[in-house]
């Protein structure tokens, strides 16, 4: 439930971003990336944004979260390879020490603003 | 119209985690934090812990619970500083920010110190993704959960410096293979140090404290 103040950061960001652009702008999308390695859990971030929102000009918004693989380089061979488990496993040499070079991202991309109706 | 941020969601957060950073190394303080599933034996460990390095290194705790002052009263015995964060202050968190750890450690003489503990709040989660400004994140995995946690919590083992096995007293009459737990700890994190302990018996402690001794003269 730690996506609970996960959520608050990036409405903070966002809310920051939109004002500046001009505080009559609504928010119309909101694009994230969640790394595959982190312990964020996207329908929670949805339901805690629209909890969150309601009524303020970021309300109704639709988020895109694109999920980001964990890619790994692999310390005995120095292959880079994209990884569905936390368990990293070379599949080039099967060794099993290996660095996450992607993965652990939480990053707020971009948002959509419009005029309100 | 798009507005281009690309701004990380945590950025907050490791903010004030590298001025923690900061103010622990201009101090010489070693900051452990302590992670774990609510009932794994942090406190247990910590007061154990206190009275073995009592004498040679002086020690603060500040301890994270979302409610009550219960852990530490258990650790007020010790002639140890400690700074209760309670985080239904903040909204009931399951687990700690750098921010919490900024107040609490306003409250304590860091002249006086050499190790600063922190007790997160009892989670096999959250904890895992704040970063505390700490110099080694310390994850606890009792006998009693079973060897299968790191791999069902992979995150809370994969950053830790340390994963340490606990309530080993136990061994004899659980079911509980600690090989097979310490090696699902390395398939995720190959570089962690891997200890078994029991803070009951004493079990291991021996090595926790070198280890801490070891940290804390390479600070």
Redo the contacts between chains.
Sequence with gaps: ??E???TQ??ID??EQ??SD?GSHLIVTAVH?KIGR????VPDYLRRYYEMLTQNTPLHGAELHIELVPIVARCRACGAEFVSDS???LCPECGA??AD?LAGRD?????????EPD | ?????????????DAAAGELRTLFAQNNILAVNLMSSPGSGKTALLDRTLELLAGDLRCAVIEGDIATTLDAERLARHNAPLVQVNTDTF?G???L?ANMIAGAVEQLDLDALDIVFIENVGNL??P???DLGEDMKVSLLSATEGEDKP?KY??MF?VCGTAIITKCDLLGVLDFDAAAAADNV???N??ARILQTSAKTGQGMDEWIALLKELFGNK
């Design positions: 439930m730690h609970l103040s996960v950061e990036i960001t966002i971003a939109r652009a994230l390695f982190t312990a964020v936390p368990m990293l099993t020490r996450v939480l990053l707020v991309e971009s948002i959509e603003v419009d | 119209m798009e507005i281009k941020i690309v701004k990380k969601i945590l950025e907050k957060n909204g968190d399951c687990h920010e989660v959250c895992a993704e704040f791999l992979p995150l994969r390395r398939k995720v190959p570089d």
